[in-house]
């Protein structure tokens, strides 16, 4: 079983919305406590956009300036499921997403954007947003 699984991307005008969701195995569900969003357009680095601390009670968030009042990452610990809703979205959003998993302590926060502490990748999924 692969252990983070992404859909929803799609094509989109400016100004509207899409919703990715991301799938996690069972096992990675358990071994991570926190779930993040990248994204990577051609030419550019990849960059952290969201990322929420996993498991009941916890479900601190962090965003990348760029997206923060537009895009909100929000979990289904019932469902292993961490889902990616963006609106008003722009030609600049445009990028192939992936969905991450890692292990940070709490005081770690100002990692989770980072691509390099994550564990578990997905195969991505693309958001293309036309002018």
């Known amino acids: 079983q692969e252990p983070l699984v992404e859909s929803g991307g799609g094509s989109v005008q400016a100004g509207g919305s899409l919703r990715l969701t991301c799938a996690a195995s069972?096992?990675?569900?358990?071994?991570?406590?926190?779930v993040a969003w990248f994204r990577q357009a051609p030419g550019k680095e990849r960059e952290g956009v969201a990322a929420i601390y996993t498991g009941r009670g916890i479900g601190d968030t962090y965003y990348a300036d760029s997206v923060q009042g537009r895009f909100t990452i929000s979990q289904d610990n019932d469902k292993n499921t961490v889902y990616l809703h963006m609106a008003s979205l722009k030609p600049e959003d445009t990028a192939l997403y992936y969905c991450?998993?890692?292990?940070?302590?709490?005081?770690?926060?100002?990692?989770?954007?980072?691509?390099?502490?994550?564990?578990?990748w997905g195969q991505g999924t693309q958001v293309t947003v036309s002018a």
């Open positions: 069972a096992y990675t569900s358990r071994a991570t406590n926190v």
């Open positions: 991450a998993a890692g292990i940070f302590r709490y005081s770690d926060y100002p990692l989770v954007l980072k691509s390099d502490e994550y564990l578990y």
